[in-house]
């Protein structure tokens, strides 16, 4: 695609549940970052995925978060037992390879969780 | 890690007038940093970025400096439209983090007509 692609633009869910955000980088970028922002806060880093494998996942706050990147392509981010912390917008961004190169971010996936 | 401080949080500037945004940075590993504008509900785009090994980079209306002895850069915008109101973000990369991005808290820039 011409840019990356994120969905759902919003998802509101109840707390308890669970959640999955889906993220589509541009065709070719082996890198792939997720951020989390909150109001009036910059993107916090969560998680860096270099191909398939998770190189840096030390920005993930517990472990109800989880994320894959099964062909290299397309990712997930999962979250369990949602709480009304969680509640913020989640960004995905990707670039050509690591280190200093362009990331380019989708949209977001605003979280509301109730 | 990075510790990134941006300021000033908001700012107000009349359209044709210049705006400066001042960020300063924890790391002296860090040797990327790229700003960013983020439009409301949109993601962040990248505006200008500049490397370590460079003082001063422009494009048209806008330009960055850094000072690597001071851990300090700045985004300067000339001749302000109100297209250019917006959340900046001020970024920066260490070396050894493969790419991640240590963010400031933003600044809302307000161009009045």
């Known amino acids: 695609g011409a840019g990356v692609s994120q969905t759902p633009s919003n998802k509101v869910t109840e707390k308890g549940k669970y959640v999955e955000l889906r993220c589509d980088p541009i065709?070719?970028?082996?890198?792939l970052y997720w951020y989390r922002q909150s109001l009036g806060q910059g993107p916090e880093f969560l998680i860096y995925f270099q191909g398939t494998g998770a190189a840096d996942d030390s920005g993930l706050p517990n472990d109800r978060f989880f994320a894959v990147r099964p062909e290299g392509s397309v990712s997930t981010l999962k979250i369990q037992r949602t709480e009304r912390g969680d509640s913020a917008v989640y960004l995905c961004?990707?670039?050509?390879?690591?280190?200093?190169?362009?990331?380019?971010f989708g949209q977001g996936t605003r979280l509301t969780v109730v | 890690g990075e510790n990134v401080e941006q300021h000033p949080s908001t700012l107000s500037v009349q359209e044709g007038d210049s705006a400066v945004i001042k960020c300063t940075y924890s790391?002296?590993?860090?040797?990327?940093f790229p700003w960013y504008k983020q439009e409301l509900g949109k993601g962040p785009q990248l505006i200008i970025d500049?490397?370590?090994?460079?003082g001063e980079k422009k494009d048209q209306r806008i330009a960055v400096t850094l000072n690597k002895t001071a851990k300090h850069f700045s985004l300067h915008i000339t001749e302000t439209q109100p297209e250019d109101s917006a959340v900046y973000f001020c970024a920066a990369v260490r070396g050894s983090t493969l790419g991640r991005l240590y963010f400031g808290r933003g600044t809302q820039l307000t161009v009045w007509p």
């Open positions: 961004a990707s670039s050509l390879d690591r280190g200093g190169t362009e990331a380019f």
């Open positions: 065709s070719g970028h082996t890198a």
């Open positions: 500049i490397r370590s090994n460079v």
């Open positions: 790391d002296s590993a860090s040797n990327y």
